[in-house]
């Protein structure tokens, strides 16, 4: 099946730096990859939405400033979060869209940690 | 807006059969999803059912869709301590090129 690729899996950044965690559709390609965001024992919250070649649209309520999307292939998508806080930690997850598959079903990157200490 | 509702927490025994219910509120999707997250993980696709369907069996998977009352299920029979998970039902919003919608989770806990 189709396969997304998140790295990094964790991340420990010291507060005030940026990080970045990119996302890959490994077998096909995908004009529309998602940011979420996870905090514990709770569910998933959209952050974005990132279009290939295209400003990503924003939640209401996240800052795009702070966490910066690019979506520069049909295969690649990154988050960058900048000048990183503690509040900044959690799992972050990316999913991507095949277009071709009944449904226009989306694959779930293992997500990743983020740590700001 | 569109929304997805679940149940937070179930229990069974090992061999038992568990049921996860969902409702939601989209009544034009075409498909409706379900998905599991093992702990510190990411989600992977369970399985899905067409909106014209009213069951999907895939082996020890059965999924039930009641359109008229907005009702999904999802049963798994012989329930393993491997089946422990946080169980996602999702509906993705009649607007293409939008993410899907979310229910905060089924947290299933299987006793041996």
């Known amino acids: 099946g189709a396969v997304v690729s998140q790295h990094p899996s964790r991340v420990i950044c010291k507060s005030g730096t940026s990080v970045k965690i990119e996302c890959r559709s490994l077998?096909?390609?995908?004009?529309?990859m998602f940011w979420y965001r996870q905090f514990p024992k709770q569910s998933l919250m959209l952050m974005a939405t990132?279009?290939?070649?295209?400003?990503?649209?924003?939640e209401q309520g996240v800052e795009k400033d702070k966490f910066l999307i690019n979506h520069a292939s049909l295969t690649l998508s990154t988050l960058t979060v900048t000048s990183a806080h503690p509040e900044d930690s959690s799992f972050y997850i990316c999913?991507?869209?095949?277009?071709?598959?009944?449904?226009?079903?989306?694959?779930f990157g293992e997500g990743s940690w983020l740590t700001v200490v | 807006g569109e929304d997805v509702e679940q149940s937070l927490f179930l229990s069974v025994r090992e061999g038992d059969s568990s049921v996860i219910n969902c409702t939601y509120t989209?009544?034009?999707?075409?498909?409706l999803y379900w998905y599991k997250q093992e702990p510190g993980a990411g989600l992977q696709l369970l399985t899905y059912?067409?909106?014209?369907?009213d069951m999907k069996q895939d082996q020890r998977l059965t999924v039930l869709l009641n359109k008229k009352d907005k009702h999904l299920s999802l049963r798994i029979a012989d329930t393993q301590t491997g089946d422990s998970a946080i169980y996602f039902c999702?509906?993705?919003?009649?607007?293409?090129?939008?993410?899907?919608?979310f229910g905060k989770g089924t947290t299933l806990s299987v006793s041996s």
């Open positions: 999913s991507a869209r095949e277009v071709l598959k009944p449904g226009n079903t989306i694959y």
């Open positions: 077998d096909f390609q995908a004009t529309t």
């Open positions: 990132s279009n290939e070649g295209s400003k990503a649209t924003y």
């Open positions: 989209d009544s034009s999707s075409t498909y």
């Open positions: 059912i067409f909106s014209n369907m």
């Open positions: 999702a509906d993705p919003p009649h607007q293409a090129g939008t993410a899907l919608i």
